[in-house]
C-alpha cells in the first residue's frame, strides 16, 4: 500500500547511488546477491537475539533491494536479474520470522509459522496474477519499471519491512504483530484473487 509513496520520495536518491554503483563496474545481479546474504545474516541475528544489529543489516539489505534495479537500468535489465530479485526477497522475507521463531520458539513458533505461511498466500497471488498477467498482455507502471506486472495490495514491502522494524525493537511483541500482520496478508491476497476474476473477465 505505501510502497508507492515511499519509491517517489527515495527514488532520486536510490538512482543517483545505483548509478555510481553501475559506473563502478558492479552488476546488478551482485547487488542482489549480496542483499539476499545480508538479509539471511539478519535473520541470523535475530535467531541469536541480536536484534538491533540484525534490524541495521536487515535495513542495508533492503536498501540494496532497491539499488539492484536502479544499477540494472543503467547497465541493462535482463529477465534472469528480474526473478533472481524477487525470488531471494521472498527468501529474505521469509528468513526473518524464521529468525524469531528460532530465537524463542515456545513464545513465537505458531505466529511465526502462521505467518510465513500467509506470505506464502500472499506471495502465490502476487505471483500468479503476475503469469496471468503476461498471458492477457497486461501491464503497469504503478510500482515503476520491473520485469513483470506488479500488483499493489494492503501488505508490501513497507508494510512488512516495517512490521520487521517493529518486532526487532520490541522482540517480546512479535507474536502479536505476526498474527495482525499474516491476517493482512491474508487479506490482501484474497482481494487480489477478486481482482483478478474482474481483470480476467475484462479481459476476456
Known sequence: MLDGAVRARIEPAIDAMGSGIARAGIPANAVTLFAFGLG???AGLVALESYLVGLVLLLVSRL???????????RGKTD???FLDIVLDFGVYGAIPVGFVLADPSANAVAGAV?????YV???SFLAFAVMAEKNGLTTDKR???SFFFTTGLAEATETI?????????PSIFPVLAWIF???CFYTAMSRIVMTARVLRQAG
Not at 540494496?64 to 543503467?74: E, F, I, M, N, T
Not at 505467518?115 to 506470505?119: G, P, T
Not at 516495517?162 to 520490541?170: P, S, T
Request: charged share 10%.
Open 144 to 146: 515503476g519499471e520491473k
Open 64 to 74: 540494496c533491494d532497491g539499488l539492484d534495479g536502479a544499477v540494472a537500468r543503467v
Open 80 to 82: 534472469f536479474g528480474g
Open 122 to 124: 500472499n506471495g502465490a
Open 40 to 42: 539471511l545474516a539478519a
Open 182 to 184: 499474516a491476517v493482512i
Open 115 to 119: 505467518l510465513v505461511f500467509s506470505f
Open 162 to 170: 516495517a512490521v520487521f522494524v517493529l518486532a526487532c525493537v520490541f
